[in-house]
């Protein structure tokens, strides 16, 4: 299941975000990106854990990846929205065989708010973060 990531001596912001992914390399960069940045983080390594933290914990904001084993971005997503259909959700994807632009579309289609392609800048992740909770969210 889902583990809690803060930084230590920092007081985490009142944005609590979960990082759904399967490659530990990418979910190790992001948790330092947010974590540095003052977010309080979970991180699952598939769909399925992420599901799980996602109802257990009621994060304010999602980061999934799109192409992972057991349960697809696109379902996470969609299960996500079914649960609360005004989840703010961010996807992300090298794209696999199909690219990452077209995984993407598909996301957004489905209510991804924000989508970024692999690999990203530190700060296009903290951009698209910051726009999914401001206060126009």
């Known amino acids: 299941m889902g583990r809690r990531v ?5 007081f985490p912001s009142m944005a609590k975000i979960l990082v759904i992914d ?7 960069t992001i948790r330092r990106i947010l974590v540095r940045a003052g ?6 390594e598939n769909g399925d854990q992420g599901l799980e933290c996602f109802k ?3 994060p304010d904001l999602v980061i999934t990846d799109i192409i992972m084993p057991e349960r697809e ?15 703010r959700i961010i996807a992300i994807s090298g794209g696999g065989r ?3 632009a077209d995984v993407l579309a598909f996301a957004a289609k489905f209510g991804a ?3 970024i392609g692999k690999p990203f800048e530190p ?3 903290t951009d698209s973060v910051a726009r999914c909770l401001g206060p126009a969210a």
Do not use: K, Q
């Open 113 to 115: 708010r924000e989508v």
């Open 73 to 87: 971005g696109i379902e996470v997503i969609r299960a996500i929205r079914a649960i609360d259909p005004a989840a």
């Open 39 to 44: 977010y309080d983080l979970w991180v699952a």
């Open 6 to 10: 803060t930084a230590p001596g920092v």
């Open 123 to 125: 700060s296009e992740l």
């Open 22 to 28: 399967d490659d530990p390399f990418v979910r190790t």
């Open 98 to 100: 199909i690219g990452a």
């Open 56 to 58: 257990r914990d009621r």
